[in-house]
């Protein structure tokens, strides 16, 4: 029974349910695949969506489209377990695209809103990017291997041509870019925030955009021979831990924060399956949609009692008084975000940058201090969440103030999230020990534990705690606005929005117009219709004036 | 069997104009019963019509599709004679599929034109005449050197019959010539890029009915032809301009993608979506492997229905309760037509080819095809996932999102009629994206298409 609520070690199963078509030798089929690594996965995916509901139920509660609401978020469930325990990458890629696309419609829920429908159209376009690499990746699979299921795959990757595997490492890699929001296609995550909270925690935190890592964990056996692909990777991540890492700790906007933190988190994972400790990615994906669901929750319990539901953290402050029971919970998922050690985040967040360590490899050392710098980071950026909405002054009217409540039927998801938060991590290696067996054998974890000074496992604590502890004292004492042209950059989110629009959206739909205005509608008609109709016409003036020639 | 389709429906038109109050339901009932070609194995009973899975699968489309577009015109056209021509183009269409000599062949092409360019020039919007004359003027054009390939054909092999020419080995020159000739008749068809201007034209001008034919069978009809007139016979040939058609159909693909993100008319933007749709066909059927092969009839198939989809959507559903088709107009369906919305939606995604449906699977396979054949230019064409999205989504987003503005009244929400028509469109599309494999077993004789060296 326990089963359900934290991952136990079953034997791997393998269930064929049908057949989608049989082409030639290809089969593809609608098969379950349960081991170690889909159901550890299946905990969070279940879990938090349970919680999610429940959540919904009461935060939705007054919407006149709520059933359509919950229908969607059921449906989201359905084929994010499709996209976890398929058997082969096109069953995956069903689920892929599907949670791409309930995301899109959850996203538009409000649709009278025109943000909301322009966020949700960027995040079905940038995820439509990294589907077209994924296609792009099935049919190579199908043109190569014959086949798409992970078995053949795993049996045939060591044997297949490197520039091959590259290739697919290239397009497995940009397709989780997009779908995990890493740098370069995350934009629409942080627009993503405009949907409801609910979505956001279950999609945008915990589940979807985990699928673009648990793809790449998937696929480990084609990773594992292409180490370039692993560098990058590893570069990939460490970028963009740390930019998201630097723009949460200037954005204003509450969940974009925890989105950009998200962003953190998942290119953490990259992290550490770009050192090839994929149970540690595994891992850290465990907890972190627990904690991270949770945040989210905490957030949309705040800002569901603060009557103008805004997302702006400086409109709140001193809710600490108002709202003891989130404040409780988001503190213990921040501090578990942290890796405050005793809580869940510290034993997978902590084991992952000391293996960055432990790699012992120029590209790893410097990952971990950027993991490092990014861990510090998220220390800050989470304070200063707390700070802001809970420490702060009030910062809004005193109406608003009175109306501030908790809510009973939010809390309870919620205390089911913080008891997981909190304790999950105690059980780790039930965990990892048999994911680890079907996975590339490192030494990493030993070496890690028995050859690392202590100074490179606490680095990360010691940064985090001492200056988060700063950024209170500053906030405190010494606080002044900042004007400086960094501060408008990074809390601009780097003017990704605008390079994206500027430099591909933009000269696109004015390509498109040229095309249409010269070349549809110009050369086209003139050398075609247009023409052939002006020369039938004139054909006779010319023959005329070619006669009147000859004869004058 | 052209004089029994011929004379059923010279029946069908003689007996509805002697019972007036009738003649709807019976062009209707008789549209339906142009299926009973598909029913029976032809070639048991040794007719000289035959058909074989390929055939087949447009041969179903069509009848399935003629009696759907009567059926999505019924209110809005209260005349006899616009009934008769669908029927009578899609009995054209239907032996078109069928016949099985180049002759006829050519024939039937030609003839199907005429009912479609009366209905336009009758029935069409304003700018009908140009539309009609557009269309005639294009493919009648264009299928003239078709002729003159049938008609080396019968100069020199005395024989234009698929079979009997297919058995023959041309040589590479008279092979060139032939696969030229007849190319400028599919290109224009299909519509390749360079000669492609007829069709948005002709889309947004034609009526609801006539629109749903030519997109959801007329321009499988390039396909089809492709795949009967040229692939077998023009072997070495085809193999030969492989490359050429490959970049014609990835110029058309990202020209009309980009090119559509900038319309205005909500049919035309529908038109130009299945001209890039129609482009991957192309790349899966010139890719030599049985994926592509496969994958570009299953999405010929799937654009059929999802196609017409689309126009009924917009020409017909919108055009009916707003009488405008332009984009900026509309905005915040969700609000007042829920259910209109929902089904946009749905074909939406089916068209962008989300998974779990037909055009999903075409796509795929077309598109693994022609890596297989070609791995850069695959690469380059599978972009049709991103660039599909951009526009359709697009369109969907703008049209179901925002609030309701000003300049639009509050209508019904999609009737009876209306949903039997989109669900008869929807549901094969899901049914063949669950489970493919039953449009499978009428592929089995795709294999032959290929050309294999050992």
Redesign the interface.
């Known amino acids: 029974m326990f089963n359900y609520l934290y991952f136990m070690y079953e034997e791997a199963t393998l269930i064929n349910l049908g057949?989608?078509?049989?082409?030639?030798n290809?089969d593809m089929k609608y098969g379950l695949l349960l081991d170690s690594l889909s159901l550890s996965v299946m905990v969070p995916v279940g879990m938090v969506t349970l919680c999610v509901l429940f959540y919904a139920m009461e935060y939705m509660a007054h919407d006149p489209n709520r059933n359509r609401f919950y229908m969607m978020l059921s449906v989201f469930a359905m084929f994010m377990t499709m996209l976890v325990v398929s058997e082969n990458y096109l069953m995956m890629?069903?689920g892929w695209?599907?949670v791409g696309?309930v995301s899109?419609?959850l996203m538009?829920f409000w649709?009278?809103r025109?943000t909301?429908?322009?966020s949700?159209?960027s995040a079905?376009?940038l995820n439509?990017?990294g589907?077209?690499?994924f296609?792009?990746c099935?049919?190579?699979l199908?043109?190569n291997f014959n086949a798409l299921d992970f078995e053949t795959m795993e049996l045939m990757a060591p044997h297949m041509n490197t520039n091959l595997l590259n290739f697919m490492a290239v397009m497995l890699l940009v397709a989780a870019t997009a779908k995990s929001a890493q740098l370069g296609l995350h934009a629409w995550l942080l627009s993503a925030m405009e949907g409801p909270t609910p979505v956001s925690s279950l999609l945008h935190a915990a589940t979807m955009v985990c699928s673009g890592v648990f793809v790449l964990v998937r696929s480990w056996y084609m990773l594992e021979y292409t180490p370039s692909m692993l560098m990058v990777m590893l570069w990939l991540g460490g970028l963009t831990t740390m930019v998201s890492g630097l723009m949460a700790v200037v954005t204003n906007d509450m969940k974009r924060v925890m989105a950009l933190s998200t962003m953190s988190q998942l290119s953490m994972m990259m992290l550490a399956m770009g050192v090839s400790s994929y149970e540690l990615a595994m891992y850290h994906l465990y907890c972190h949609a627990f904690f991270k669901a949770l945040l989210f929750m905490s957030a949309g319990s705040m800002m569901h009692s603060v009557m103008s539901e805004t997302q702006d953290m400086r409109k709140y402050g001193g809710l600490m008084d108002y709202l003891p029971y989130s404040y409780t919970t988001m503190l213990m998922a921040s501090l578990s975000l942290m890796a405050m050690p005793g809580l869940t985040g510290y034993y997978s967040k902590d084991m992952m940058m000391e293996s960055l360590y432990g790699s012992y490899t120029m590209t790893g050392y410097m990952m971990y201090y950027m993991a490092t710098t990014s861990a510090t980071l998220t220390a800050m950026y989470s304070l200063r969440v707390m700070y802001l909405t809970f420490y702060n002054n009030p910062n809004n009217n005193k109406y608003t103030y009175g109306l501030v409540h908790e809510n009973v039927n939010m809390a309870m998801p919620m205390f089911m999230l913080t008891m997981y938060s909190m304790f999950m991590g105690y059980a780790r290696d039930n965990v990892t020990f048999h994911m680890a067996m079907g996975m590339p054998y490192t030494n990493s974890l030993m070496e890690t534990e028995y050859t690392l000074t202590s100074l490179y496992k606490l680095l990360p604590l010691m940064l985090g705690l001492s200056l988060s502890m700063l950024l209170v004292y500053m906030y405190e004492y010494t606080y002044k606005m900042m004007k400086s042209p960094m501060y408008n950059y990074l809390n601009q989110r780097m003017y990704f929005d605008q390079l994206l629009n500027n430099l591909v959206m933009r000269p696109?739909?004015v390509?498109?117009?040229y095309?249409?205005h010269y070349?549809?509608n110009g050369l086209?008609?003139v050398?075609?219709?247009t023409g052939?109709y002006k020369l039938l016409n004139y054909m006779p003036v010319l023959l005329m004036f070619n006669l009147m020639m000859m004869f004058m | 069997m052209t004089l029994t389709l011929l004379s059923v429906s010279t029946m069908t038109s003689m007996m509805s104009r002697m019972m007036k109050n009738k003649y709807k339901e019976m062009m209707l009932v008789s549209s339906m019963l142009m299926m009973m070609p598909t029913l029976y194995e032809w070639q048991e009973v040794d007719t000289y019509f035959r058909t074989d899975g390929m055939a087949d699968m447009l041969m179903l489309l069509t009848v399935y599709l003629v009696p759907l577009s009567m059926m999505s015109n019924w209110n809005n056209m209260k005349d006899m004679l616009y009934y008769e021509l669908m029927l009578n183009l899609g009995m054209m269409l239907m032996m078109n599929f069928m016949c099985q000599d180049m002759t006829s062949f050519y024939m039937y092409f030609e003839a199907s034109l005429a009912p479609l360019f009366m209905m336009m020039g009758l029935y069409g919007a304003a700018n009908r005449d140009k539309a009609a004359d557009?269309m005639l003027?294009?493919t009648l054009f264009s299928s003239l050197f078709m002729l003159l390939a049938m008609a080396l054909y019968e100069v020199m092999l005395d024989n234009t019959d698929y079979e009997a020419t297919s058995m023959m080995f041309l040589s590479m020159e008279l092979q060139s010539m032939l696969f030229m000739a007849m190319f400028m008749g599919m290109a224009v068809k299909t519509p390749l890029s360079?000669?492609?201007?007829?069709l948005?034209v002709v889309h947004s001008e034609s009526p609801l009915a006539g629109s749903m034919l030519l997109a959801g069978v007329m321009l499988k009809l390039a396909m089809y032809a492709m795949m009967r007139l040229m692939m077998p016979t023009l072997t070495l040939a085809t193999l030969l301009y492989t490359p050429m058609m490959y970049m014609l159909c990835m110029m058309t693909m990202m020209?009309t993608s980009?090119?559509?993100?900038?319309?205005t008319d909500l049919k035309v933007m529908v038109a130009y979506s299945s001209m890039s749709h129609m482009a991957v066909c192309m790349l899966g059927m010139f890719s030599n492997s049985?994926?592509g092969l496969?994958g570009s009839l299953v999405l010929s198939m799937a654009h059929g229905f999802v196609s017409p989809g689309l126009f009924m959507m917009v020409g017909g559903m919108l055009y009916d309760r707003y009488h405008n088709r332009l984009l900026h107009y509309y905005q915040?369906l969700?609000?007042y037509m829920p259910y209109l919305s929902v089904y946009f939606?749905m074909l939406s995604?089916c068209n962008?080819g989300?998974?779990?449906s037909m055009n999903?699977?075409g796509?795929?396979?077309s598109?693994?095809g022609?890596?297989?054949r070609a791995p850069l230019l695959?690469?380059l064409a599978?972009?049709s996932?991103?660039l599909s999205?951009?526009y359709q989504?697009?369109l969907t987003?703008r049209l179901?999102?925002?609030?309701k503005t000003p300049y639009l009244h509050l209508t019904s929400d999609v009737t009876y009629r209306e949903t039997f028509l989109l669900l008869s469109l929807m549901m094969p599309t899901m049914y063949l994206g669950?489970?493919?494999?039953w449009s499978?077993d009428f592929l089995w004789s795709l294999t032959n298409l290929m050309y294999t060296m050992y």
């Open positions: 057949t989608w078509l049989t082409m030639g290809l890629f069903m695209e599907f696309v899109y419609l538009s649709n009278t025109v909301a429908m322009k949700a159209l079905m376009l439509r990017m589907d077209t690499f296609v792009m099935l049919g190579t199908m043109m696109t739909l390509l498109g117009g095309l249409n070349v549809d086209l008609k050398l075609g219709s052939m | 557009y003027m294009y360079p000669v492609h201007t007829w948005p020209y980009m090119m559509t993100l900038r319309q049985m994926t496969t915040g969700m609000t939606m995604f962008v989300t998974p779990l999903f699977m796509e795929l396979l598109m693994t022609t890596m297989d695959g690469m599978s972009f996932v991103l999205a951009c989504m697009k987003n179901t999102g925002g609030m669950f489970f493919p494999n499978m």
